[in-house]
């Protein structure tokens, strides 16, 4: 009878956890029926049945993280159900033979050596295979004090379990990663706040460790990745007092269809525009070669309660304000609700990261890989000035470019953040 | 006095044994030894050689065979002001004296409300590979180390046998002072000058930073041979004798884990609730964020112990099944002699 396994939902996904069973077992299963929620490293997504027939046992209890490949349940004509209270707890591991002492007296000749109950097992996959995070406390201890995401970490002990001295190389691979940051031209004071780089805390008594989401594991690791990429960083001031009025005329018209449009969607549809404009821009680093995408994809980050995604808004250069902002304000929602599909947070060619709405003048991005730019946008601030001999305010925006520097050289990446201000001070060019 | 000449001397464990006996009878006149065949005869094991004859029949009393009566009568005379020292012929025979001992040796201090005191010695070997099979080769340490209100030391050199001896006969509280058959002829350094030992300190008898045996009495040797033998493969080995398995020294066992991350015991006792169980937990509840494999520990075969050389050999912990074991903890895969 076919098991049912954990797909591979996604490029990146190396396990699944089953959130949620949809399905009994004894229940009647047709080809198409969902059977449980699959909650991957970037999505929550439906694992359906590809036989009919009767469930028959569930293999992994709801909450359990299963490796790609590993059976979840089995399907058959009903003659062997087993009850829900036999499945086992732990996916993919091996039954443990018990790891009571040996007490048989026909074992006479054996000098009592408890096994632990991880030696049975030859092989040492990866705790990202397995599903199982097998670490010493010493690793997960000094994990801690450096800000080690074991998750990322391969482990080499019994069982790949992640030992100190697991641990001990990641931290020297993070320490060069660190080291190889470009000293890069920046047009800005260094800036040090990223909008999700998380800096190992110092570790005291009190300190308390907090688990984390599968989103959170996975932004770690991305982000730790985009280190290794030489970046650096593009300021410019922006002077947004047309942007403005212009947002304000907008959703004055608008008004009647119920909709509104806020600066970030309009900073969405200016990016697309100069990236149109900018091909060289919207490209990415491709192992040896430059690849300049045909589509302009902007991605927005979101802040979620389980932590940051970026949901895609596709062709961005192709739809109206009113359309880009009714797609972002959907996709935003799903984003907060964990309901994004793995479609709607693929392909895009460069991010907006708005943080205006907590008051920040201006911080810079980390890159989101493979992309090659990433925008950092900052709160409008009036600022004093002199229009016609009287001293005015205008409302200026910072906004920050970080740039794979493989992708693009300084002067590339600064005139395409001159167009773009341009646009944005010049708004009615960004609808053109 | 003369502090220029030389101060040690390399004798046995034995005779270290004896003449601790033989300073303690005569610096003490509230000292004396009772027991089976330890006049006349000089002990079955030799360790009373020559008492009889220079202390007489009053300090150094033949007992019959009849350890719950001798223990009783050493306990009376314990309670009233002597320092007795008895002598059961082996661990194994305790057990007909274990209610003298665990009901009232260990208990009347408390019940009594510190009344009285008992500064009782009961001197007992224990250990296998003498083939004397299964009911005279058991090691029942923590049976007593079980017990509040004894101290249960196991020295496992020459020179610690007569300092936690001292210690043992000066002690005011009653305490089991294990020795073993097979360290009797082990040689080392002696110090002439009197040695008082600390009961409850346990000594790291070696430095090393990967990985900690922590052993007792003769598995003490072992874990040096296995140490040193690993040393010449680039392995750095701690190995921590614990002298004193009550009161334990809890607090030089997690030092060592603390700093090497490994922990191994060996113990001459079976596994199950045995002396290893203990050590483990203390470290699990130590330096638990300090592990970075679990503890293991290699122990007698869980049986009676075969009397046929052969099968008593293989069911003992040897050096190659403690090597092994360290191997596995460090995740280094072993080498052909260690089968």
Redesign the interface.
């Known amino acids: 009878m076919p098991d049912v396994i954990m797909p591979r939902l996604s490029d990146t996904m190396e396990e699944g956890e089953l959130s949620r069973w949809m399905k009994q077992v004894g229940d009647e299963i047709h080809k198409g029926d969902v059977l449980a929620e699959i909650e991957t490293d970037k999505a929550t997504m439906d694992l359906e049945a590809f036989d009919n027939g009767i469930l028959e046992q569930l293999l992994v209890v709801a909450g359990a993280l299963v490796p790609i490949g590993a059976p979840v349940a089995r399907i058959g004509d009903g003659s062997n159900i087993v009850a829900e209270g036999a499945a086992p707890a732990a996916p993919a591991a091996p039954a443990a033979p018990a790891a009571a002492a040996p007490v048989a007296v026909a074992a006479a000749a054996t000098p009592t050596v408890i096994p632990p109950a991880d030696t049975p097992t030859p092989a040492t996959p990866t705790a990202a295979q397995t599903g199982e995070l097998r670490t010493s406390p010493l690793a997960r201890k000094i994990g801690r004090e450096h800000g080690i995401d074991l998750h990322t970490v391969a482990g080499t002990g019994p069982q790949g379990r992640i030992t100190r001295t697991d641990v001990d190389r990641a931290i020297l691979a993070q320490e060069a990663a660190a080291s190889a940051v470009p000293t890069a031209p920046r047009a800005a004071a260094p800036a040090a706040a990223a909008p999700v780089a998380a800096a190992p805390a110092a570790v005291s008594a009190d300190s308390v460790s907090v688990p984390v989401s599968r989103i959170r594991a996975v932004t770690a690791r991305r982000l730790t990745e985009s280190q290794a990429v030489p970046h650096f960083f593009l300021t410019n001031v922006v002077n947004v007092e047309r942007l403005v009025a212009f947002r304000a005329d907008v959703n004055e018209s608008l008004a009647a269809l119920g909709t509104k449009i806020s600066l970030n969607d309009l900073f969405v549809r200016a990016s697309a525009v100069a990236l149109r404009a900018h091909p060289e821009v919207n490209a990415s680093w491709g192992d040896g070669v430059i690849l300049r995408h045909d589509h302009v994809n902007v991605g927005v980050a979101v802040a979620t309660d389980d932590g940051l995604l970026v949901p895609v808004v596709t062709d961005a250069d192709q739809k109206s304000l009113g359309a880009i902002a009714t797609e972002t304000r959907a996709l935003a929602g799903l984003a907060r609700t964990g309901s994004l599909s793995l479609a709607q947070m693929s392909g895009g060619t460069f991010t907006i990261s708005n943080l205006g709405m907590f008051g920040i003048d201006s911080f810079t991005a980390v890159l989101n890989p493979p992309e090659a730019g990433i925008l950092a946008i900052g709160a409008a601030t009036d600022v004093p000035a002199v229009r016609d001999g009287v001293l005015v305010t205008i409302p200026t925006v910072k906004i920050t470019l970080t740039v794979d520097h493989r992708v693009l050289d300084g002067a590339v990446a600064a005139a395409f953040l001159r167009d773009l201000t341009i646009l944005l001070e010049e708004p009615l060019r960004i609808v053109l | 006095m003369n502090t220029e000449v030389a101060t040690t001397r390399t004798i046995t464990y034995r005779q270290a044994l004896n003449e601790t006996l033989r300073a303690e009878l005569e610096r003490d006149d509230k000292v004396f030894l009772i027991g089976e065949e330890i006049g006349v005869f000089e002990g079955s094991y030799k360790i009373t050689a020559g008492l009889l004859e220079d202390f007489g029949p009053d300090r150094v009393i033949d007992a019959p065979i009849a350890e719950e009566g001798f223990v009783g009568a050493a306990l009376g005379a314990a309670m009233l002001g002597m320092r007795p020292v008895v002598e059961i012929m082996t661990i194994n025979f305790s057990l007909i004296a274990i209610d003298q001992i665990v009901n009232h040796a260990a208990k009347m201090r408390s019940m009594f409300a510190g009344q009285v005191s008992i500064p009782l010695v009961i001197r007992m070997p224990g250990g296998g590979g003498q083939q004397l099979a299964a009911t005279h080769s058991q090691n029942l340490e923590v049976w007593y180390a079980h017990i509040p209100g004894l101290k249960v030391v196991a020295p496992s050199t020459p020179a610690d046998a007569k300092a936690l001896l001292t210690a043992a006969i000066r002690d005011d509280d009653p305490v089991i002072f294990l020795e073993n058959l097979s360290l009797y002829s082990a040689k080392g350094e002696v110090s002439n000058d009197e040695q008082v030992a600390e009961i409850g300190k346990a000594a790291v008898v070696k430095t090393g930073t990967d990985l900690t045996i922590v052993s007792y009495s003769r598995g003490t040797t072992t874990a040096l041979e296995v140490a040193r033998q690993l040393e010449t493969e680039g392995l750095s080995i701690e190995v921590v004798d614990l002298r004193s398995l009550r009161p334990l020294d809890r607090d030089t066992i997690c030092a060592s884990v603390k700093k090497t ?1 490994h922990a191994v015991v060996f113990e001459d006792d ?3 609730y045995g002396i290893g169980a203990e050590i483990s937990a203390t470290i699990g509840e130590g330096v ?7 503890v ?8 009676p112990l ?1 009397y046929a050389k052969s ?1 008593e050999k ?5 050096a190659a ?1 403690l090597a ?2 360290v191997r ?1 903890v460090l ?1 280094i895969s072993s080498t052909p002699n260690d089968k």
């Open positions: 991350g079976w596994l199950s638990f964020d300090f592990l970075d494999a679990p293991r520990r290699v122990a007698a075969a869980e049986v075969p099968l293989a069911a003992l912990p040897s099944d092994r074991v596995e995740n």
